[in-house]
T-cell receptor
Framework: ETGVTQSPTHLIKTRGQQVTLRCSSQ?????VSWYQQALGQGPQFIFQ???????GRGNFPPRFSGLQFPNYSSELNVNALELDDSALYLC????????????FGSGTRLTVV | DAKTTQPPSMDCAEGRAANLPCNHS???????VYWYRQIHSQGPQYIIH???NNETNEMASLIITEDRKSSTLILPHATLRDTAVYYC????????????FGKGTTLSVSS
């Protein structure tokens, strides 16, 4: 079975620009979560989608938005990029079955200059 | 905010058991204890989870105290490849509940 795939692996953007990050969930997984991980910190929960509906959100401003598609792949969009948005962005998927762990991708390293 | 407390760092000699503690004194009755680890520059990896009984799999053992206020992750024979940040997380195992990470414990295994 394939795991969670994220693209691109690295990205450099300029402050004020917009960025879209993509995630392909593991086969059979209908839940996807996005996390932001700053250097030296633990991952911070951004939001989660279950069957194309957002069903949880962390303490992030509205310029962080997302989508989940019918095939359960997902996008994270960030508008009006700020320097502090520089981080590793992680996607994780789950089959939604209670007790099951999440499978994480390797992340997208975003640098805002 | 994370509901767990872990020591920031620990050292272990290769081949010895690594015992990583976690305090979750406010855990509620329907919350499970999950452990993940993150090797440098990779995504977190699921290790093990449990409710109140001790659990063991091919990677590790999880010991949960009777009052469920703390737990210990045991790597029985640590190798250099076990050097990572280890996160202890409490979570209600419902579809859609997210993982809330704390700062974790950085385990350094040396030869």
């Amino acid at each position: 079975e394939t795991g969670v795939t994220q693209s691109p692996t690295h990205l450099i953007k300029t402050r004020g620009q917009q960025v879209t990050l993509r995630c392909s969930s593991q086969s059979g997984h209908n839940t996807v979560s996005w996390y932001q991980q700053a250097l030296g910190q633990g991952p911070q929960f951004i939001f989660q989608y279950y069957r194309e509906e957002e069903n949880g959100r962390g303490n992030f401003p509205p310029r962080f938005s997302g989508l989940q598609f019918p095939n359960y792949s997902s996008e994270l969009n960030v508008n009006a990029l700020e320097l502090d948005d520089s981080a590793l962005y992680l996607c994780a998927s789950s089959p939604g079955t209670p007790n099951y762990g999440y499978t994480f991708g390797s992340g997208t390293r975003l640098t805002v200059v | 905010d994370a509901k767990t407390t872990q020591p920031p760092s620990m050292d272990c000699a290769e081949g010895r058991a690594a015992n990583l503690p976690c305090n979750h004194s406010t855990i509620s009755g329907n919350e499970y204890v999950y452990w993940y680890r993150q090797i440098h520059s990779q995504g977190p990896q699921y290790i093990i989870h449990g409710l109140k009984n001790n659990e063991t799999n091919e990677m590790a053992s999880l010991i949960i105290t009777e009052d469920r206020k703390s737990s210990t992750l045991i790597l029985p024979h640590a190798t250099l490849r076990d050097t990572a940040v280890y996160y202890c997380i409490v979570r209600v195992p419902q579809a859609g509940t997210a993982l809330i990470f704390g700062k974790g414990t950085t385990l350094s295994v040396s030869s």
